[in-house]
């Protein structure tokens, strides 16, 4: 990590909250199944940066589409309605206490919030 890189992970919100998470923020559009809020343990919740649901429909986690996925999905995140949240993610990462972005994605090396991470650590 370089200096003045923002600190940003990416993690199933299955796994219990880590000293260094940092600010939690939950990036999937659908609640995950069979997590309170309390379990949850986050500090947001930013659905406006998870991609469309056309996008994830024909995506399906298939790891042979990732590129493609992750192109089109950069492109959603370009949207005029999605960089303010972007930018939001972004001053949290900067804050200091890291930013833990939380999945309830299986595959999270393949995942939107792998993505996200990498545009939060460098926007455009």
């Not at 995140?77 to 994605?105: E, F, I, S």
Request: net charge positive; glycine share 6%; with cysteine.
């Amino acid at each position: 990590m370089t200096c003045g890189e923002p600190t940003v992970r990416v993690r199933r919100i299955y796994e219990p909250p880590a000293p260094e998470d940092g600010i939690r923020v939950l990036v999937d559009r659908l609640w995950p199944r069979g997590m309170s809020a309390t379990r949850a343990h986050i500090e947001h919740w930013c659905k406006e940066v998870a991609p469309s649901t056309e996008l994830r429909t024909w995506y399906h986690h298939d790891p042979l589409l990732f590129g493609e996925f992750s192109r089109r999905y950069q492109q959603e995140l370009r949207h005029p309605a999605v960089v303010a949240a972007v930018g939001l993610l972004a001053d949290m990462a900067r804050a200091g206490k890291g930013l833990t972005l939380l999945t309830a994605t299986r595959q999270v090396d393949i995942s939107a919030a792998v993505v996200l991470a990498d545009v939060v650590r460098a926007p455009w």
